[in-house]
């Protein structure tokens, strides 16, 4: 098994976002330093992330936060989903110090909803989207920007989030390191009974240090990513081996049959036969591929109809905030750009602008 925690990703020279569309077969757990925005554009994706499991559909909306460990699954319907991926940079203002952000964006969830609603952001979350897409090729790196600044202005203008203070003087380079090293030693020892215990001793850190460092990295304490480790590996054999399920019980190291079943079926949802049924067992697979194809003209036109359907809204809502007595409008065009993409969808938007 390759290492699926830590996920780098690179940024264009010219505006610091990784922008891209694809259908989701499996993501494992992994996690960066990037915010990642996700946009459901067609069908259903599984989400398995603190606090608890829940699935995304069309329309909806979710935000990762930094380091948040993360897990995406495909559901029995197809998906087309948009990742706009964030450098972490931008939300670290010279003002803003070792202050780091935690943002509560989830539009499946009613608790912790935005002053403005959850459209303008679907909306500015689609424009940069059509911005991005292999249809157009040459994209405006300003008109992106714009469209990505505005975004981050309503995050935190509009958005509920919490403020989570570092201790100053912190290397960041070398937090990372240590961070990948302890992740892989747990990967690679995981079947091991007292490896946290050698895990203590080869880093020279107490539990206490390694706890805390752990939480304030990718929120889960040192237990806990053991047991996702394990499950992990769990998963891997059900689901792309024939091992019989007493083996996996055996070699992943959870405990005993009875405890195995129950933390199995508490992650999942199902139990390991429904598991292995649901995937399959695949003889001489050695990667799994998280991505599927998809129709790139498909994706362009929901996004283009979820711009189309809140301008549309936001437009009627307008007009009729400014009826006259006698039936008559007398609004005058908004002159806010990041309130108002007209633009989006319309001819000429691509490599045109």
């Keep these: 098994m390759e290492s699926y925690v830590y996920e780098a990703i690179e940024h264009g020279e010219r ?19 990037d915010y990642e925005l996700m946009l459901v554009l067609k069908g259903s994706v599984a989400v398995n992330t603190l606090p608890a499991p829940f699935v995304l559909k069309a329309g909806q909306i979710y935000l990762f936060n930094s380091t948040q460990v993360h897990e995406l699954r495909k559901t029995e319907e197809d998906n087309i989903c948009l990742f706009i991926q964030i450098t972490s940079a931008l939300f ?17 969830s009613e608790s ?11 909306r500015q979350a689609a424009a940069i989207g059509l911005l991005s897409t292999s249809t157009n090729p040459n994209p405006n790196p300003y008109r992106l920007q714009s469209k990505l600044y505005g975004l981050l202005a309503d995050l935190f203008e509009f958005g509920v989030y919490d403020i989570h203070q570092s201790a100053a003087g912190r290397d960041l380079q070398q937090d ?15 079947q091991e009974e007292t490896v946290l215990e050698q895990l203590y001793k080869h880093f020279g850190m107490s ?67 429904e598991y292995r049924k649901r995937g399959g067992p695949t003889s001489g697979r050695s990667e799994i591929k998280g991505y599927l194809q998809y129709s790139t003209s498909e994706a362009v036109m929901l996004l283009k109809k979820l711009c189309a359907e809140d301008n549309n809204d936001e437009m009627h809502q307008r007009t009729a905030s ?25 001819p000429g938007l691509s490599g045109t602008l």
Excluded at 16 to 21: D, G, H
Excluded at 236 to 248: C, E, G, M, N, R
Aim: proline share 4%; charged share 25%.
């Design 15 to 33: 505006c610091p976002v990784n922008v891209f569309i694809t259908s989701i077969e499996i993501s494992r757990f992994h996690w960066h330093y």
């Design 92 to 108: 670290r203002g010279k003002s803003e110090g070792n202050r780091r952000f935690q943002f509560y964006l989830n539009s499946q």
């Design 112 to 122: 912790n909803m935005p002053a403005i609603g959850y459209r303008p952001f679907i």
């Design 176 to 190: 990372a390191t240590t961070l990948l090293n302890i992740i892989d030693y747990i990967r690679e020892n995981s």
């Design 207 to 273: 539990e206490k240090t390694v706890y805390r460092f752990l939480k304030d990295n990718i929120g889960l304490s040192a237990r806990e990513l053991l047991l996702e480790c394990r499950l992990e590996k769990a998963k891997y054999l059900l689901q792309f081996t024939d091992k019989p399920i007493s083996f996996v019980v055996d070699v992943s190291g959870v405990g005993g049959e009875n405890t195995f079943y129950r933390v199995f079926k508490k992650s999942t949802g199902l139990t390991p036969l």
């Design 322 to 346: 400014c009826q006259h007595p006698a039936g008559q409008t007398d609004c005058e065009s908004d002159d806010l750009g990041r309130k108002s993409l007209s633009d989006v969808g319309q």
